[in-house]
């Protein structure tokens, strides 16, 4: 797997909605579910910056490539905020900058100290700190590219299908480039390998879960991927993960999902 960053940082544009019709929206509206789904997605993206200031604490800010994809990356993850905060407007649902800080502040200590964490890993591990963000990153990206999709599938509105498709496509060019420096550091560090694999057992979470309740947590992943359609698409993110060197065997999105009570009535693989 090949990717080029100067040409990443080259081609990468805010994701493009001004020529979809979200007037259509308002004799078409979504339903309350669906613009639940996207409120979280809409604040996840907006609390990107948020992570980016706890990894450039990490030995990940000294790496020239990483830092140029992170500057990118943190751009487009704004205007994909940008995007779905303008189709929840029209339904008459305002995302502020004063909502989205006092949601920061609500946090409180945990917000507060997880700069202080990373610093603190990062020290430790040293530039095997970098493998586990890069993979952190992978397991993340592809969780919300899997999520856009999954949306589009359950609610093919014409002006909002397109919008997600969009946005997918730029989460597959940030998995790209996570997995390639993952890979690569993983392969090269028997550290980077144990650490990363001790950070997504035993610390990693879904997408969201550190900023939302957890009964919205529960509410989206069980509306995008419930049932056994669901199921399929969540171990195909596993499996992806077990591909990365190290982390074979890890299942930690359907151990996540199951946990919150979602395929009870569905064997375990």
């Avoid at 948020?50 to 500057?71: A, I, K, N, Q, W």
């Avoid at 359950?154 to 946005?167: F, G, K, N, S, V």
């Avoid at 993960?241 to 946990?259: S, T, V």
């Amino acid at each position: 797997m090949a990717f080029d960053i100067d040409t990443f940082a080259e081609t990468s544009t805010p994701v493009e909605w001004g020529d979809l019709d979200l007037d259509a929206f308002r004799t078409d509206p979504l339903p309350e579910s669906t613009l639940r789904v996207l409120r979280y997605m809409c604040d996840v993206e907006y609390h990107t910056v948020c992570y980016l200031r706890d990894m450039l604490v990490t030995p990940s800010h000294g790496d020239g490539e990483v830092s140029t994809f992170m500057t990118m990356w943190n751009r487009e993850e704004y205007w994909h905020g940008e995007a779905l905060a303008a189709v929840l407007k029209v339904h008459g649902i305002e995302v502020e900058y004063d909502q989205l800080k006092a949601k920061r502040i609500k946090l409180g200590w945990r917000d507060r100290i997880d700069p202080i964490k990373q610093s603190i890993y990062g020290n430790i591990v040293g530039k095997d700190f970098v493998a586990t963000h890069m993979s952190w990153g992978s397991v993340n990206e592809r969780g919300a590219a899997a999520a856009y999709r999954r949306l589009a599938r359950l609610e093919p509105h014409t002006a909002l299908a397109p919008l997600l498709q969009r946005i997918a496509a730029q989460e597959a060019r940030h998995i790209a480039f996570y997995t390639t420096q993952a890979v690569k550091r993983l392969e090269a560090s028997g550290l980077a390998r144990k650490f990363t694999r001790f950070a997504l057992s035993k610390v990693w979470g879904p997408v969201g879960s550190t900023i939302s309740s957890e009964e919205e947590v529960r509410f989206v992943m069980g509306h995008l991927f419930d049932g056994e359609d669901g199921l399929r698409d969540v171990r195909k993110m596993d499996e992806a993960i077990a591909k990365l060197p190290g982390m074979a065997g890890l299942k930690i999105n359907e151990a996540a999902f199951r946990a919150r009570g979602l395929y009870a009535d569905l064997p375990a693989a």
